[in-house]
């Protein structure tokens, strides 16, 4: 249900106290409420089955109305008398109801929330996280797109920080935070309701809503999946969950205790859909090409390009079986394709590479023969050339990925970049096959200068005697799946642990 204000979340309170009271029997519904931004302490109460100390909390609410269990300063749990047992109270808890914050806002908004919007008693507490946790409500983060983009990351650092970025850029403030202070729940402060107005000057709760990072990980992980009733397929890694997970290049806890407003720009070193690398490269991995394709722009509109077979070459049978590279250069990859196209036509094909802090011009991309390399020209062909282009290959950024970037464009270290190049069918040198409308072409990109990509660790990435990410130190033992897993796993338990304690102190 979509509670954006908190008029709008007592009418989805009031209801569901109202639902809960006609169907008894009907429990573990989580239901969600989305956005949640304005929610009050009394609503986090409610939803998680806590009136205990409504009562004597009712003057903080004088100039609201109610229409539920709360009503004029008082709370029935026998909700009319619609139950004799008056345990609204626990058939509330039974429904494991979930609020899901709009956590962003204070990281985007949270500077125009405090002195232009809801003034600092409300904005302060807005996304109240601080309450779901300490009443034991589960909670989510989410983004509303296109309002804020969609970044884990970002709402993991706003959760940790509740950092004010648009105070930085409006007012040239650093540190700005949108919170209340202190965990003590009944803590109050004055402001006024209405900037400018003394007249409104009222008390406001404060208190800290900021959440820990393995508290932050979980409302964009295991969170979402319990939400949504899918827990036992995704949400974290565990034997029988659905394989998709992501890498990072460091470690979020050792970020977020060190330099918390880093979360949102750590960069995913990898992303596994389905048990397969679908972006990035693995950790301690030898190759920095990857998701090899036929690419989304082809020559023409009616160009149809099957890739029927491809896989990935170690440098080891790459140097045994191809001819040498020249002296200083290393391979970032070495591939091997077969792809079906129609007779006597062009195709393009794109693979994901990452930067390693040299201009383009230091990449070549060769061909390769057992006793012969070819080496691709770098540009990409005019428009109307694309039909009958072949040899050619270039580079381009994500952001932009039908501009070419110039040679001289220094590729930024492990930042991720697309590399096209184009064979046209039965090319003398390009295509290994000359069957018509298949192309096959054993290629390897190679860095002239000897640098390669660190993958996010720590190596010299100009040493000879090292492979880039084979030293990354993205992992403690014995391979980078196991190593995650074994971390996550944990975190799961540690947090089992705290949600059962939780419970038990309920």
């Known amino acids: ?59 903080m609410y004088a100039d609201a109305e109610f229409d539920g269990a709360f009503k004029d300063g008082k709370v029935d749990l026998s909700m009319g008398g619609k139950l004799p047992g008056n345990n609204l109270d626990k058939l509330m808890r039974a429904q494991n109801t979930v609020n899901s914050y709009f956590n962003n806002h204070t990281y985007f908004y949270g ?13 302060y507490n807005m996304s109240p996280t601080g309450w779901s946790e300490a009443y034991g409500q589960r909670y989510t983060f989410h983004n509303d797109t296109f309002v804020t983009p969609i970044s884990p990351l970002r709402s993991i650092q706003s959760g940790v920080t509740r950092f004010s970025g648009d105070a930085r850029a409006a007012a ?55 939400q949504n009733k899918v827990e036992d397929r995704i949400g974290s890694i565990a034997e029988g969950k659905l394989a998709d ?12 205790a060190k330099e918390p407003l880093r979360i949102a720009d750590m960069r995913v070193a990898s992303t596994i859909v389905a048990d397969k690398v679908v972006h990035g490269v693995l950790p301690d991995s030898k190759t920095f090409i990857s998701q090899f394709c036929a690419a989304y722009e082809q020559p023409t509109l009616d ?30 990859g070495t591939l091997q394709f077969t792809a079906e196209v129609a007779a006597d036509s062009s195709a393009i094909f794109q693979m994901n590479m990452l930067g390693n802090g040299e201009k383009i011009s230091a990449l070549k991309l060769y061909k390769l023969t057992a006793n012969k390399k070819s080496e691709y020209t770098y540009g990409r062909p005019a428009p109307d050339a694309l039909g009958s ?29 697309v590399a096209f190049f184009i ?48 030293s990354s130190g ?26 059962l304690r939780r419970r038990n102190e309920q």
């Open 1 to 59: 249900v979509h509670t954006n204000g908190s008029a709008a979340a007592e009418a989805y309170v009031a209801a569901l106290e109202e639902a809960v009271a006609a169907f008894p029997n009907v429990t573990d519904t989580r239901h969600t409420s989305i956005h949640g931004q304005t929610m009050e302490r009394q609503h986090v109460e409610r939803l998680s089955g806590h009136y205990e100390n409504l009562e004597a909390t009712a003057d």
């Open 474 to 499: 993205c992992t403690v033992g014995s391979t980078p799946s196991y190593d995650l897993l074994v971390l996550l796993l944990g975190m799961s338990a540690v947090a089992a642990i705290r949600v």
């Open 389 to 417: 282009a072949s040899g050619q290959w270039w580079i381009a950024s994500f952001d932009n990925p039908t501009v070419q970037l110039h040679q001289d464009t220094v590729l930024e270290m492990d930042k991720q970049y």
């Open 111 to 123: 500077y125009r929330h405090t002195n232009q919007f809801f003034g600092p008693g409300r904005a």
């Open 423 to 470: 064979i046209h069918d039965n090319d003398s040198v390009f295509d290994a096959d000359k069957t018509d409308g298949v192309i096959v072409d054993p290629v390897t990109m190679v860095s002239t200068s000897g640098t390669l990509p660190t993958n996010g660790g720590t190596a010299d990435p100009t040493s000879n005697d090292d492979d880039g990410g084979s």
């Open 303 to 332: 160009t149809v390009v099957t890739v029927q077979s491809s896989q990935m070459i170690d440098n080891a049978t790459a140097d045994k079986e191809y001819a040498a590279l020249e002296r200083g250069e290393k391979r970032f």
């Open 245 to 256: 997970f992501v890498i990072l290049d460091e470690d979020i806890m050792d970020v977020a």
């Open 172 to 226: 040239g403030q650093e540190n700005i935070t949108v919170n209340g202070t202190g965990h003590d729940l009944n803590a109050t402060v004055n402001y006024e309701a209405r900037k400018g107005d003394p007249t409104t000057t009222r008390k406001f709760w404060t208190y800290d809503h900021r959440v820990n990072p393995l508290q932050a990980i979980h409302a964009v992980t295991i969170g979402p999946a319990y």
